[in-house]
């Protein structure tokens, strides 16, 4: 999975390689129904590896896959038992090519679902620590059919106690929250209990499982897209205002509430994988939080002249802050990235865009609590 949403000039020496030549990983970014005995592998044509990190979602929980590097460097090769049926893998590789230039890769792959059966692949993650804008969010490996019969079988309980409501978007995809961002430390349960529910003609669900997660503290930031800030609220109060830089005229950044959902030490954004072509290519886009999954990022940026933050909008789309080649925990890109946590709260206002879906990433809390509640296939 690659990133894409910035400016030009994000690479000003001799172009990198093609991502998937710079990087190269197997199984494929996107790969559905990876058999069990295949084995996870990641090389590069030249340099070294400098980090590898693969990790499983499944029905257990996520876990770290293990691995070993070759002699040379070059490459990396999943060791132990063999891959997890019905389970999500993500990679994330780090690599400094012949000539000392570090790119970055993040891939995701599924494996095998027994026929006949559905799996939900969930966030967050059992035993996580959350921001109050985290929802629970479902995406099923075939359609459901009796969407009401598998909605029964997923139950998001809260203590302090609270309303969670479910809401599907489409056949595929069903999210629950409450009516408000979560309050710090609450404790949220979900209780899966789709083993043999019958989701569609001849189609059961495979999982009986309790993930557990808490809310830690409430952060919210607002971004002023034509203030050019972005000021960080804790538990309302102003903690910092940091200045930015977002979407140009042309490529402006989504307005309303987004919500962190991934955070990648170092990523790839590459032009062509949402639609803009070969207008750009940066290997190593420092301190990246994804806001959106059509590649809304509010990350790290080393390239724009530090006069543009604060002053002008220049990506395809994303919100910069100030940073260095690398990533540097002094820079304002790098307190925020170390200080957030997925699930917190990123809201844009004042922007020239419309406002961002809201199954756009996890975007429900641009709904209204009566359209949400509409949602629900349950009677």
């Not at 999500?88 to 780090?94: G, I, P």
């Not at 949402?274 to 207008?279: A, I, L, R, T, Y």
Request: glycine share 12%.
């Amino acid at each position: 999975m690659l990133a894409g949403c910035q400016g030009p000039g994000g690479w000003t020496s001799d172009e990198p390689p093609a991502p998937k030549e710079a990087v190269r990983v197997h199984p494929d970014d996107g790969a559905r129904g990876v058999p069990a005995d295949h084995r996870i592998e990641v090389r590069v044509p030249d340099g070294r590896l400098e980090r590898v990190e693969v990790t499983r979602a499944g029905d257990t929980g996520s876990e770290p896959v293990p691995g070993r590097l070759t002699p040379d460097g070059r490459g990396w090769r999943s060791a132990g038992a063999p891959l997890a049926l019905a389970s999500r893998y993500t990679v994330e590789a780090v690599a400094l090519d012949g000539r000392g230039r570090r790119t970055a890769r993040h891939t995701s792959f599924t494996t095998y679902v027994p026929e006949h059966r559905i799996v939900g692949f969930f966030r967050p993650e059992h035993r996580s620590t959350v921001g109050t804008g985290m929802i629970v969010s479902f995406d099923f490996n075939r359609p459901v059919r009796d969407r009401a019969a598998v909605e029964r079988a997923v139950t998001v309980t809260a203590r302090p106690e609270v309303t969670v409501a479910p809401h599907w978007f489409g056949d595929r995809r069903l999210d629950f929250r409450p009516r408000e961002p979560w309050r710090p430390g609450t404790e949220v349960t979900m209780a899966l209990r789709l083993r043999d529910v019958r989701a569609a003609p001849g189609v059961y669900g495979i999982q009986h499982k309790t993930v557990r997660f808490r809310i830690g503290r409430d952060r919210t930031s607002v971004v002023d897209a034509t203030a050019h800030t972005m000021t960080v609220r804790s538990a309302g109060k102003p903690l910092a205002t940091l200045p930015v830089t977002a979407g140009d005229q042309d490529n402006p950044t989504y307005n309303g509430r987004m919500v962190i959902l991934e955070r990648h030490p170092m990523t790839r954004m590459d032009g062509g994988t949402v639609g803009f072509g070969g207008e750009y290519d940066i290997p190593d886009v420092p301190h990246a939080l994804r806001l959106t999954t059509s590649g809304t990022f509010l990350h790290g940026n080393y390239w724009a002249p530090r006069a543009t933050f604060g002053a002008a909008n220049t990506s395809h789309g994303c919100v910069g802050l100030r940073d260095e080649q690398g990533g540097s925990p002094d820079t304002p890109a790098g307190w925020f990235y170390r200080t957030s946590l997925i699930g917190d709260i990123v809201e844009v206002i004042r922007s020239r865009d419309t406002t961002v879906a809201p199954d756009n990433g996890l975007g429900g809390w641009n709904m209204t609590w009566q359209a949400w509640l509409r949602g629900s296939a349950a009677d």
